[in-house]
């Protein structure tokens, strides 16, 4: 169902925040992510100096390194109006969640930090509740599934939004998956410190996408795509994993 929004509650124009990961291993994604929010009428502005989130560091407890990259962030992101969109339900979470009370001490950034907490969101979350477009992806051939990453579902509330859209793409091809809100496994440095429970995750998670029997599997994080496509390579699965930009994008 499309959502009722006021002809001047539509943003004309958003920012785009790449991500770290996106932008090392899947640039592909942000192109699709930029022509995805072109083709829904904005104007999209990639700021330059843009880098980090700065959770890694928060996550391995260097709250001071992470400090410094909020800081970047927000002097990076906040003077500009615009709402800041990203294809990462994980970095989102860190942004909205965590920079507020990472730059405490910094009254001024602290304030730009709460303000742009307001206005920074995952792609699927800005398309549904802010565009109110739930009707923005386009029919795909391959048989989807859906993978709900944990900092999304769990840090943002994301279901409904990501779950309408590959709705919307797969109509009857949408394959039910087991556990779908269950880890993956990568928890990004959880993935590192403790291998092997992340191994023992990720098996349990592609042993159900491959009961599932679809062609790709559909997430909002390039983490989780990451962490997943390694494992079904190298069980030789048909199955692949896709973006849900690449999705809208109709790349898959």
Do not use: W
Not at 89 to 111: E, I, K
Not at 164 to 190: I, K, M, S, T
Not at 211 to 226: E, F, H, M
């Amino acid at each position: 169902m499309m959502l009722a929004m006021s002809p001047t509650a539509r943003p004309r124009r958003v920012q785009l925040f790449v991500t770290c990961l996106v932008d090392a291993f899947y640039p592909e994604t942000a192109h699709a992510t930029r022509r995805v929010l072109e083709r829904l009428g904005l104007e999209v502005a990639i700021p330059p100096g843009q880098t980090c989130c700065g959770q890694p560091a928060l996550n391995a407890g260097h709250h001071d390194e992470a400090r410094r990259v909020a800081a970047h962030f927000v002097d990076t992101f906040a003077p500009d109006p615009a709402p800041v969109v990203a294809p990462s339900g994980s970095c989102v979470d860190m942004v909205v969640h965590q920079f507020p009370a990472l730059l405490t001490n910094d009254p001024a950034r602290a304030a730009a930090a709460r303000d742009l907490a307001a206005r920074t969101y995952e792609l699927s979350q800005f398309i549904v509740d802010v565009l109110g477009d739930d009707e923005a992806a386009v029919p795909v051939e391959p048989s989807l599934t859906y993978h709900a990453c944990c900092h999304g579902l769990r840090g943002l509330g994301l279901d409904r939004q990501p779950r309408a859209l590959v709705g919307q793409a797969g109509g009857a091809n949408v394959r039910p998956l087991d556990e779908d809100d269950r880890c993956c496994g990568f928890g990004g440095l959880f993935a590192v410190k403790m291998g092997p429970i992340s191994s023992a995750m990720l098996d349990r998670k592609l042993e159900a996408i491959e009961r599932s029997g679809a062609d790709v599997v559909v997430v909002t994080d390039a983490s989780c795509r990451l962490h997943m496509e390694g494992g079904l390579r190298r069980r030789a699965s048909r199955t692949r994993v896709a973006h849900i930009a690449d999705v809208l994008d109709d790349r898959v």
